[in-house]
């Protein structure tokens, strides 16, 4: 019978806790005992046939190491097993919503990070630098109102102990300036006292109102019913009032 320790199985990795398991040939031999460590970490015992440590293993090369003494039975033995553990990849997209708006509004610029829940994402925009928390759903908000222009969001996340760095360029979006309302009035030449007549009324502005010698006018599709009361200089006044996009 053989009294040879076979060696160190991989079961299974990852960063924080490694599962190994121990195969003699001689596995059902209750008194068989040694010890075995990660990178020359704390020794820990193992029976007949497997262990489990719960060293912090590191990025990069990593070694296990299994040494049986012997006994009256068995011979002394000893196995080394090098593994590499690399960082998790990450990835993730950018996203500025909506891409066109007016001046004065909020642009949303949203980072979904793959692999990733939890640290800071940095998001490039106008060559300003922001800091901003991924949330425990591997997501980054951040709400900007900008000048008019246009602007390309880039998002730079640079990684951690155990998550690799990544970087992506998101859409680009427009901001552009609020519209100049433009007023157009229409009036009958020719006019006589108690003549009743239509004033065309027209804007691409928003909440036109109109006054005619400080009287507010009803408008109607575009039109105004006025009956002319004396003779002598009447006066229209129209305005609109400033919105999100006028």
Do not use: C, R
Request: hydrophobic content about 40%.
């Amino acid at each position: 019978m053989s009294n040879e320790l076979l060696g160190i199985i991989l079961a299974g990795i990852d960063l924080k806790y490694l599962n190994i398991s121990i195969s003699l040939f001689a596995s059902a031999y209750s008194g068989s005992d040694g010890l075995i460590s990660a990178n020359n970490g704390i020794a820990m015992s193992f029976k007949a046939a497997s262990s489990y440590i719960k060293d912090v293993l590191n990025i990069g090369s990593n070694y296990v190491t299994a040494i049986y003494p012997g006994d009256k039975n068995y011979t002394y033995m000893s196995n080394v097993t090098q593994f590499d553990i690399s960082k998790t990849n990450t990835s993730l997209t950018v996203v500025a919503t909506p891409s066109d708006l007016v001046f004065g509004n909020i642009t949303n610029i949203t980072v979904t990070m793959v692999n990733v829940t939890a640290g800071k994402v940095l998001i490039e925009v106008n060559n300003y630098n922001y800091t901003v928390d991924i949330n425990s759903n591997g997501i980054a908000t951040l709400e900007l109102a900008l000048p008019v222009g246009t602007y390309t969001p880039k998002a730079y996340y640079l990684g951690d102990v155990e998550h690799a760095a990544s970087n992506k360029t998101g859409n680009a979006f427009e901001v552009i300036d609020k519209i100049t309302p433009e007023i157009t009035i229409t009036v009958p030449s020719d006019l006589k006292v108690g003549d009743v007549v239509n004033i065309t009324v027209t804007s691409n502005g928003y909440n036109l109102t109109v006054w005619i010698d400080g009287v507010k006018q009803t408008i109607v599709n575009g039109n105004i019913t006025y009956t002319v009361p004396s003779a002598g200089i009447h006066t229209i006044f129209a305005n609109t009032t400033e919105n999100a996009t006028h």
